[in-house]
């Protein structure tokens, strides 16, 4: 693929990555959707839900819990946080269990 960039897929584990994966399935199923043209459109999600997310989404928030795990592999930091608060811009707060947090180094995959 000369000349195509590659993005992070990580977000087809989405809510909305896993019903595009789940149509695109049932498409190939049916024989109603070539396997390759399904692999073009995930790539295309790929792209556009990278670009739409730097893009538009200007909201922050702080959060404190527990560090419970963290690894660093692949330049993917991946940080399992226990009984954590998070503070959002308006204030408010919620609080959660357990999260997961993977952070990507902003540079897409293979750029120098």
């Known amino acids: 693929m000369s000349g195509a960039t590659n993005y992070y897929e990580l977000y087809r584990r989405s809510s ?3 019903a595009l994966t ?6 190939i199923s049916a024989r109603r959707m070539e396997p390759q043209l399904a692999m073009k459109i995930l790539a295309n999600f790929d ?5 739409v997310l730097a893009d538009k989404v200007k909201a922050r928030l702080n959060f404190k819990g527990h560090l419970d795990t963290y690894r660093f592999c692949d330049e ?5 946080i226990k009984d954590i608060n998070f503070k959002l ?3 408010s707060t919620v609080h ?3 999260v997961k947090i993977v952070s990507c180094s902003s540079r897409r995959p293979g750029e120098a």
């Open 16 to 18: 909305l990555g896993l």
């Open 22 to 27: 789940d149509t695109l399935d049932d498409l």
């Open 47 to 51: 792209r556009s839900i990278s670009e």
């Open 76 to 80: 993917v930091w991946t940080f399992l």
């Open 89 to 91: 811009d308006n204030q």
């Open 96 to 98: 959660a269990e357990r």
